[in-house]
């Protein structure tokens, strides 16, 4: 893992990255400015559970091409989920959190994969150990109103003019932040690879 120190703020950006691309970066540099954050870990998963294995790139490549997006020096890539042995979420933040007591983590996620949140592994478990930063994406606007995880805790939601708060916040605590939206997709990006 990345280095800390205690008291930190740290965003926490998992993801395939099959390939990375602008609307990653994107992401990444409006959770960095609008949430206030010291670091954000870009986490390279080996695998999601979720997705087909048949279709991913080499883990070294994805982490070659997220290190080349990565310019702002908050940013670090990483891929030491592939060292915890596990390909759930719940059981890597898990482990990140008991690893770092004293640091405050923020996950981050775009709007796209907020529709299926409650399809992950203890889903609720990870929304009632941190709080979290859902950014816009195209195509996932409303997620925010009609996700199972938006109406589970609708109750624990705060106004996105307040998220550089959302660190200093018990969990559950989220929030939904609008701005610049990237069209980009890594499934469209290859899919054009395979007909070119």
Known sequence: MP??????LVGLFGGSFNPPHQGH???ADIALRRLGLDQLWWMVTPGNPLKSRRILAPLAERLDLSEAMAHDPRI??????????????????????????????????????LRDFH????????????????IDRPGATLAFLSSVMAKTFDYARIDE???????????????????????????????GARTS
């Open 3 to 8: 280095h800390v120190e205690p008291g930190m």
């Open 25 to 27: 970066q994107l992401v």
């Open 76 to 113: 670090r890539v990483t891929a030491f989920e592939k060292s915890l042995n596990s390909t759930y979420t719940a059981e890597v933040l898990a482990r990140v959190k008991a690893r770092n007591p004293a640091v405050r983590f923020i996950w981050i996620m775009g709007a796209d994969n």
């Open 119 to 134: 399809r992950w592994q203890n889903w609720r478990k990870i929304a009632m150990t941190f709080p979290i930063a859902v």
């Open 161 to 191: 003019h307040d998220a550089g708060a959302l660190g200093a916040l018990p969990a559950p605590a989220w929030t939904f932040i609008h701005g610049p939206r990237s069209r980009l997709s890594s499934t469209a990006i290859r899919k």
